[in-house]
């Protein structure tokens, strides 16, 4: 991958792997750094990774990062204020969304963002995350599952 193809990626999936990292961290300046983080992996690499094998390179870089910012951030309490930000989305629907998302343990939030948000397969999930296609499909019915009981909750409707 020479300058040009790195500087691509970066136009291309800078978007997509920021609002991968955001879900996974709940923090916006956390997924900057995961973001930033993991383009400096790429750029590091980028001798040994194709153009067409980067944006599962980057997915799965930023997977790993948010995971161990997760556990340092469950190391300290921060007293920072809530973070806003604009979004589209019916402001009730999407703090139910979020909040039926954090019901979810690390590895299963970033899993089912990685399905259905960003709209990879299970195999390529699976490269991503280090599972198997048979533990992917397993831990995100799970998580569905899970999602559907907190949804459905009578304390959840709008």
Known sequence: MDAREYNTCVHQLSDALFRF???CTGQQSDAHDVVQGSFEVLWQKKEEVSTAKAKAFLFQVAYRQSIDNYRKRS???YTDAPEESYSPVNPDLKKVLDSALAQLDERSRALVLLKDYEGYSYDEIGQITGLNESQVKVYLFRARKIL???LVSVE???
């Open 148 to 150: 559907k009981e907190y």
């Open 21 to 23: 990292a955001w879900k």
């Open 156 to 158: 959840n409707i709008l």
């Open 75 to 77: 190391r300290f309490m």
